[in-house]
């Protein structure tokens, strides 16, 4: 296919690994990391919140957050990550990805900051403006998510790109590591200067007024990595594929990619002007003949990353509670509230370090070996078969000498996820649709996802609430209890292997070869020698 190829995009398809290659996973990679962090720290402070803003007095039980206040606090940022990511993956497309790039982090930086203060000490101002702010980082975060994955695909080689694609995403893994280790550092440190009772020993001094600054210290201390980058991402050139495909400007593709490369690359005018007056490759999004070359495989990534999100999100958000049911974090009301943070922070990290990180970085290894298809289908498949192995036997798994048992299972899972659709869901999107359309279809893919991370953050407060209505936390009605909950998840995961059928093996192939840019170009220009020449075409 190499002849049927621009130059310049040859040039980067069959580039060896160069420096440029990981400058662009680092810079790709720490708005992950920051995403990452900025999604789940909200996780180890919400019980905190409950304890300095719902405290009842007289009450057995420490304060929690209301059921609608826990959610909006939890799930505001992924409406604006959704948000984000179809506005910013339709604005990569229209004004190009480098001009969009550095607005997301931006948006990040200020709202990390803006998270962590507030306007007001009543529960109700606080938790509005934790929430407002909430939203808008997630909106920036949103952002990040095509535009990252569609640059770094678009500046691989086609070797490794699959790789590249899946190192950007696995910074996710040291980005939720890194807020679980920030957050015992920051326990520790208040523990050991603001010591306080248990709350079952003195319910009020259980929680220190400095308690407060604990959770807006780990919130902020999100927008450090996203600042340290942005001057790396504004020196950044915009892709060839972008610049040759989309804005039709064949001599900045070629300088461009020439100082990336290092290496001459010519500037071909008249193919690109002949591949914008192919008419076959002039379709819209969502138009008849897109839905024909793409509409399935759109069916495919949004359907898959929406199933993984139900069942990654409903574990990672609600990991804590988990942990408590089965005894890892002792109950609530043995501990004071700094306490409490670090309990939950030190389990977060434990299950990051043992079986997110190393998941993610599996994917990386294997991702260009084995393929994107293997790989989601086997890990769909030991997220369905560990998810029933914790449901089916849940009783078994509670009581206390098996309870190491069931963190191991539970570990597996969050491996086989990582190591498995949660990275391919991510890299697939970027390399199978045409270069126009690819940062919208990719934001479209991952709001899906979102729109399946609401589901199970939402879903999962209320689903695993036991039916008992004693046993309920306060102000839920009964659920059906974490195993049915479980095997709720695991019926999610087995569509999940259904839906996959439907996704391309993108491993080994240009990205032109994948959208079908090349065939039609090929076609076309072959037409158009036919008809000045007169001549059969050449084979």
Known sequence: MAGDQLNVLNALDVAKTQWYHFTAIIIAGMGFFTD???????SLVT????????????????????????????GVAFCGTLAGQLFFGWLGDKLGRKKVYGMTLMVMVLCSIASGLSFGSDPKTVMTTLCFFRFWLGFGIGGDYPLSATIMSEYANKKTRGAFIAAVFAMQGFGILTGGIFAIIVAAAFEAKFPAPAYKVDALASTVPQADYVWRIILMVGALPAAMTYYSRSKMPETARYTALVAKDAKL?????????????EAEHERVEEISRDK???FGLFSKEFMKRHGLHLLGTT?????LDIAFYSQNLFQKDIFSAIGWIPPAQTMNAI????????AQTLIALCSTVPGYWFTVAFIDVIGRFAIQMMGFFFMTVFMFA???????????ENRIGFVVMYSLTFFFANFGPNATTFVVPAEIFPARFRSTCHGISAASGKLGAMVGAFGFLYLAQSPDKTKTEHGYPPGIGVKNSLIVLGVVNLLGMVFTLLVPESKGKSLEEMSGENENNDESSSNSNNNQNNTAPIA
Not at 60 to 69: A, F, I, Q, R, S
Request: charged share 15%.
């Open 390 to 400: 914790l449901a089916i036997p849940y009783d078994h798994w509670t009581h206390k």
């Open 280 to 282: 076959s490759n002039s």
């Open 253 to 265: 593709a070629a300088s461009n990619m020439s100082k990336v490369l290092q290496m001459e690359v």
């Open 303 to 307: 359907s898959t990353w929406f199933l």
């Open 339 to 346: 306490q409490e943070v670090f309990k939950i922070a030190r």
């Open 47 to 74: 019980k905190l919140l409950g304890r300095i803003y719902y405290h009842v007095d007289g009450s057995e039980k420490p304060g929690t957050l209301p059921p609608n206040v826990s959610a909006a606090v939890n």
């Open 36 to 42: 990452a962090y900025d999604l789940f720290c909200i």
